[in-house]
Structure formats: structure tokens, C-alpha cells
């Protein structure tokens, strides 16, 4: 799959895969945030491993996983500025008959209540059935993420269940709600 095929663009956004030639753009938003605002906030953190050599590499790592279909991981940009404000990745979760991956999202803090995470996800969603080619899309959150579940559901995204020690996290095996989009469901 032609990487530069991946991107897909909205009134104020544009989301795609990472380029080399975004660290600095990367490294100096991310040194804006706030301090973390909940407990599933990064908040500001310490980035003074993550050189250019490490950014490198690890968008190499991104496209070997996005050419073997595991992984795709793309930033998300203002338009206007072209300043980094977030990430979206999908995840394989099976081809064969189901096409069937998982979508998670981050939106720096300093860039909360405008709108742009749904607006991200939303265009994300019409790029995973598009362009990825999964047929459903879940998106697995904790119990106590308010602000991820007001977000599926803005978007459209239904609530399936409650998956029971569904994911392990920090050494403990948690409960995560699943909402699911099919591709039938974004139209």
C-alpha cells in the first residue's frame, strides 16, 4: 500500500502518516502541553531520549508495521499552521473473512474543546473503511475514560459490551467497554 495513499484531510485538519522530516514540529508541540488534566492524560513529559535519531527510527518501525499491515500510526495536523496536535492508529486486529481493526486516539491537552478530535476521528474512520479496508472498527476503553467514551459515541461509534479483564495495563488485566463502527454504519 502506497503510504501517501493514507491521508485524508477536513475543513481544518489533515491526518497522515509521520515523515522524518516532522520531528521537530512533533518534539516542539508536544513540549506545550499542559501537565496531565486525568489520569488517562500524558500531559507534558520528559522527551529528552526521543532525538531525531530515535524519531527516525521509530518512523521506520511505523512503516515496516504500516507494509505488513499490523499497525498504522498517523499525526494529526492543523492545516492552517501545520503544527502537530495529535496521533490516530489502527490496528490490525484480523483480515481473513472479518477485516476487523481497533482505532485509539490522543489530542494534546492544549488543544481540547475545539472540536478537533472529533473531527479527527471522524475522518480517521472514513480512511480505516476507505483506504485500510477493515470492515469494523472497535475502539476498546476504560470504564472511567469519560472523555474517550463521550468521543465514540460523538462520532457515531455504538457500545457493544463490557470486555472483562480485557486488556493488560501496568501489570493488571482491566475491563474495557468495546463501541465498534461497521463500514456500513458511516454512511
Known sequence: ????????????????????????????????????????????????????????????????????????????????????????DFSTLMRLSFHWGRIGYTLNNTHWKQGYGKEAVRAALKMAFEKVNYHRVEAHINLDNIPSIRLAESVGMKFECTRKGFINENGAWTDNHVYYMNAEDYY
Open 1 to 88: 500500500m502506497d503510504k501517501r495513499s493514507l491521508s485524508i484531510e477536513t475543513p481544518r485538519l489533515i491526518i497522515r502518516p509521520f515523515m522524518k522530516s516532522d520531528y521537530w514540529n512533533w518534539f516542539n508541540e508536544n513540549m506545550k502541553r499542559l501537565p496531565a488534566q486525568h489520569k488517562y492524560d500524558l500531559g507534558w513529559q520528559d522527551l529528552s531520549e526521543c532525538t531525531e535519531y530515535w524519531f527516525r527510527d521509530m518512523i521506520d518501525q511505523q512503516n515496516i508495521m504500516m507494509n505488513n499491515d499490523e499497525v498504522y500510526i498517523f499525526g494529526v495536523f492543523l492545516k492552517q499552521t501545520g503544527a502537530y496536535i495529535g496521533n490516530i
